[in-house]
């Protein structure tokens, strides 16, 4: 059996109790954070909570090379830990077909998702979000501008009136510009991501949801470029570009970020 397991937004507490007891009942557990990390826990908060060894695995030990996961799963009971839902990344949806392929049971252990906190924390109905897209950092797709693969999915969802959950790139241990060298975690911020936003969207309205999921979540909405000169400290970090408001939504937006009325304009 190879279990998949979402480990929540935060840290080491925000498992499910079904995923904890997976954990317990597992022989080998595995782990990437090269996709999402949890801020307010480490490998050794997540070992020390579960009385167990984690094995972490970096990108290519995960899409490349995954036979010791599976060898493990097919001996006995392998567990895969990540942050947030485990299947939101198509790289673990690749790694249970791998799995199922090979004629190993897989299942599932569900967590929350940076997206259903953000549609939570803001008041912005979760039906009402169109595709999602994530922010690289510049030198990260070497285009001049935004790429298309954010700009085509903003475009899209605006002109259907869908908000657009933007997520902000993520880089684990890896430095391209000098690549002889590990390097340090990168985590892009909102207020860099609204400064490259801005220009080519009018400076639209936009909400930053910072450390989802921690005991102190921040929430704020204003024009881009308002928010391209503020910290909102530590990560992780999102952006919401919104679409057409429902009253209610205007409401939550005004009341729970502190968005200015005058950008709240109800359809």
């Known amino acids: 059996m190879l279990t ?5 937004l935060y840290d080491e507490r925000s498992i499910t109790v079904e995923g904890r007891d997976a954990i317990a009942d597992a022989d080998r557990v595995f ?52 942050a947030g839902d485990t299947m939101i990344s198509t790289t673990h949806v690749d790694l249970r077909l791998r799995a199922e392929d090979r004629g190993i049971d897989t299942r599932v252990v569900h967590a929350p998702t940076a997206e259903s906190a953000a549609s939570g924390l803001t008041g912005l109905q979760n039906y009402r979000f169109g595709k999602a897209t994530t922010l690289p950092f510049e030198y990260a797709h070497g285009a001049d501008g935004l790429p298309a693969s954010v700009t085509d999915v903003l475009d899209d969802n605006r002109e259907r009136g869908l908000h657009t959950l933007v997520y902000l790139d ?26 490259l936003l801005a220009d080519g969207y009018d400076d639209v309205l936009a909400v930053v949801v910072a450390r989802a999921g921690s005991p102190d979540p921040l929430v704020e909405a204003d024009r881009l470029s308002e928010l391209a000169e503020r910290d909102f400290g530590d990560p992780l970090h999102l ?21 200015p009325s005058d950008l709240l304009d109800v359809v």
Do not use: C
């Not at 430095?175 to 911020?189: L, Q, V």
């Open 4 to 8: 998949f397991i979402g480990l929540g």
């Open 239 to 259: 952006l919401v570009v919104p679409g057409d408001l429902h009253h209610i939504e205007a409401d939550a937006l005004e009341s729970l970020a502190d968005a």
């Open 31 to 82: 782990a990437e954070f090269y996709t999402s990390k949890l801020i307010g826990a480490d490998v050794t908060d997540l070992e020390a909570f579960h009385d167990t060894d984690i094995e972490v695995r970096d990108r290519a030990g995960v899409e490349q090379h995954p036979d010791d996961i599976l060898a493990a799963a097919e001996s006995g009971d392998a567990a895969f830990l990540t």
């Open 170 to 195: 993520i880089k684990v241990g890896w430095n391209p510009r000098k690549k002889d060298e590990a390097g340090e975690d990168e985590y892009m911020t909102a207020s860099h991501a609204a400064e």
